[in-house]
């Protein structure tokens, strides 16, 4: 089959539109899978009672299944329980930042477990207060540990996007499915949706790498 210039173009605008939700939906599901997971860490390093078990009963489990099944799970059977109606596009940040989550938490957990042991210890003798040890020693030191770490998750969130057709969110691959259920027409839309995505993981790829090496010179 011959490539269609002209059908290449018709397809730009919807798929535009696509990449914009699949970029929004990576960024707000990051986002909240930073402070969430990062929220998920200090429960189990800080061994609270009951929740720590329950913290890591979550983790394990959402961590052991496929995010295909959370996302039904939450849109078919959790709202109509709990009496909400929250968007899909809502549902699918909620569903991409949670599963993340479990996945940063243990990044941010090796992280502080990272930071030299003196350091706690100096703290201690110097009776420094226990919230200010985490906000003004530990996690300025180890956050920017894990910020690759952190970084390729966002690539692998922003992959996974497409799965979210199973709900009604329209990014740019299930655009490209769009045109091409339309013109009859695959190839084009669906080798622009391949682009897009290159053009923006790509350029992650490399930020990450940099921070990598930045990370690594420290």
């Known amino acids: 089959m011959d490539w269609d210039w002209q059908n290449a173009i018709n ?21 909240l899978a ?36 959370q996302v039904f ?17 809502v549902t699918g940040v909620i569903a991409l930042g949670v599963h993340y989550a479990t996945y940063t938490s243990e990044v941010y957990r090796a992280g502080i477990e990272a930071v030299p042991k003196g350091q706690w210890e100096a703290a201690r003798a110097l009776s420094i207060p226990r919230m200010r040890v985490w906000t ?11 910020l690759p770490a952190l970084g390729n998750y966002t690539i692998s969130m922003f992959k996974e996007t497409p799965l979210l057709l199973a709900i009604g969110v329209v990014d740019v691959l299930n655009s490209a499915k769009e045109v091409g259920a339309e013109t009859f027409r695959v190839i084009e839309p669906y080798t622009l949706a391949g682009v897009f995505f290159l053009l923006v993981s790509y350029p992650a790829s490399i930020l990450v790498r940099r921070l990598e090496r930045r990370v690594g010179t420290v």
């Open 136 to 146: 003004g020693i530990i996690l300025p030191q180890a956050v920017p540990r894990v």
């Open 34 to 69: 930073y402070v969430l997971g990062l929220v998920f860490a200090l429960i189990r390093q800080l061994r609270v009672p009951v929740l720590n078990q329950a913290v890591y009963l979550f983790v394990e489990g959402v961590r052991s299944t496929p995010l295909l099944i």
């Open 11 to 31: 397809a730009l605008p919807l798929l535009a539109e696509g990449i914009l939700v699949t970029v929004e939906l990576t960024v707000l599901g990051s986002l």
């Open 73 to 89: 799970v939450f849109f078919y059977l959790l709202q109509p329980a709990l009496g909400i109606r929250l968007s899909a596009f």
